[in-house]
């Protein structure tokens, strides 16, 4: 019966974002992709259980590695995908607008008090957005003081700028070029993913 009550339930809720889809491209093609796509990555971090945090904190804390080994295959993915899709861009004739920030101590403060917040949060912004789908009260909390920390943020934006010393950021392509620049990032991956898969094989008693 419970089986039944929830196929009942998937298929009314499929029919919904059919018809959805449906209205919204009447209205617009795009922002009818933006939702598809929406979609497809809420859809994707469910069912892969994916958040940022867990990547960096189930190493530690229980020891497993999944999620940090999948994350460093997002990125080893990401930058040739991004670098083939810049120098693809104009033969297609569509604007990609870099945007690299700019650093300085107001960085370091707000990554650490960011990723003690998403720790004693139990997710990253992704996570709890993941988890506020499926229903859970305390990742709803954790979605208020998300929002309220980034209204007060851009507000308040001005004063840490002028409070703290600014450096520009740093883009490598144009320091060292593209071909030494993915090479180096690539590098990089290669050594955390021997590093997590010895760390795994530790924790299991291997090796």
Same mark, same amino acid.
């Given at each position: 019966?419970?089986?039944?009550?929830?196929?009942?339930?998937?298929?009314?809720?499929?029919?919904?974002?059919? @018809? $959805?889809?449906?209205? %919204?491209?009447?209205?617009?093609?795009?922002?009818?992709?933006? /939702? #598809?796509?929406?979609?497809?990555?809420? /859809?994707? %971090?469910?069912?892969?259980?994916?958040?940022?945090?867990? #990547?960096?904190?189930?190493? $530690? $804390?229980?020891?497993?590695?999944? @999620?940090?080994?999948?994350?460093?295959?997002?990125?080893?993915?990401?930058?040739? &995908?991004?670098?083939? #899709? /810049?120098?693809?861009?104009?033969?297609?004739?569509?604007?990609?607008?870099?945007? +690299?920030?700019?650093?300085?101590?107001?960085?370091?403060? &707000?990554? +650490?008090?960011?990723?003690?917040?998403?720790?004693?949060?139990? &997710?990253?912004?992704?996570?709890?957005?993941?988890?506020?789908?499926?229903?859970?009260?305390?990742?709803?909390?954790?979605?208020? &003081? %998300?929002?309220?920390?980034? /209204?007060?943020?851009?507000?308040?934006?001005?004063?840490?700028?002028? #409070?703290?010393?600014?450096?520009?950021?740093?883009? =490598?392509?144009?320091?060292?070029?593209?071909?030494?620049?993915?090479?180096?990032? @690539?590098?990089? @991956? =290669?050594?955390?993913?021997?590093?997590?898969?010895?760390?795994?094989?530790?924790?299991?008693? +291997?090796?």
């Amino acid at each position: 019966m419970l089986k039944r009550s929830q196929a009942k339930l998937n298929l009314g809720f499929s029919i919904f974002i059919l @018809l $959805l889809l449906l209205l %919204l491209i009447q209205v617009s093609l795009q922002l009818t992709l933006i /939702f #598809a796509v929406s979609l497809a990555i809420g /859809f994707t %971090l469910q069912k892969s259980r994916f958040c940022f945090v867990s #990547a960096f904190r189930d190493p $530690l $804390l229980v020891g497993t590695t999944k @999620l940090t080994e999948a994350l460093i295959l997002l990125l080893a993915i990401s930058i040739p &995908g991004f670098a083939i #899709a /810049f120098h693809l861009s104009p033969m297609f004739n569509i604007p990609v607008n870099l945007y +690299v920030t700019s650093f300085g101590v107001h960085t370091v403060i &707000g990554g +650490v008090l960011f990723g003690t917040g998403m720790v004693l949060a139990g &997710g990253c912004a992704s996570g709890i957005l993941m988890r506020v789908g499926e229903g859970f009260a305390m990742q709803m909390i954790a979605l208020l &003081g %998300l929002l309220i920390g980034a /209204f007060l943020g851009k507000y308040s934006l001005s004063y840490w700028l002028a #409070a703290f010393h600014q450096f520009p950021g740093i883009f =490598l392509p144009d320091t060292i070029g593209w071909i030494p620049s993915m090479t180096i990032e @690539l590098f990089i @991956l =290669l050594l955390l993913w021997k590093v997590t898969r010895w760390w795994q094989k530790r924790q299991k008693g +291997v090796g």
